[in-house]
């Protein structure tokens, strides 16, 4: 099966950057989408942003339009997260997952094993 793996994450201060890569290796593995999700401690893991990997569309979040951006490189299998103006709220363990497109984290059949985002001062 695909395999996921995470990296870029860390502690940043209110207002950094920190920019999150995703690489997909094993089997040859088709997606209508890619994702970002995160989760908070307490709170329930939810859609950051998503990316079709047939049509080029990209949706964020509302908490996040304006200040994150997706994008991939089809070719390597690769997915980012280029996150500025970062909030303490950001805080949570971002997570890669790849399967069809939906908001909910139970559509996506497979997850990388997450990077931490600190954002404290």
């Known amino acids: 099966q695909v395999q996921l793996v995470e990296s870029g994450g860390g502690l940043v201060q209110p207002g950094g950057s920190l920019r999150l890569s995703c690489a997909a290796s094993g089997r040859t593995f088709s997606s209508a989408a890619m994702a970002w999700f995160r989760q908070a401690p307490g709170k329930e893991r939810e859609i950051v942003a998503a990316?079709?990997?047939?049509?080029?569309?990209?949706t964020l979040a509302d908490s996040v339009k304006g200040r994150f951006t997706i994008s991939r490189d089809n070719a390597k299998n690769t997915v980012h997260l280029q996150m500025n103006s970062l909030k303490p709220e950001d805080t949570a363990v971002y997570y890669c997952?790849?399967?069809?497109?939906?908001?909910?984290?139970?559509?996506?059949?497979?997850w990388g094993q997450g990077t931490q985002v600190t954002v404290s001062s």
């Open positions: 997952a790849a399967g069809v497109y939906s908001a909910s984290p139970r559509d996506y059949d497979y």
């Open positions: 990316i079709n990997w047939s049509g080029g569309t990209r």
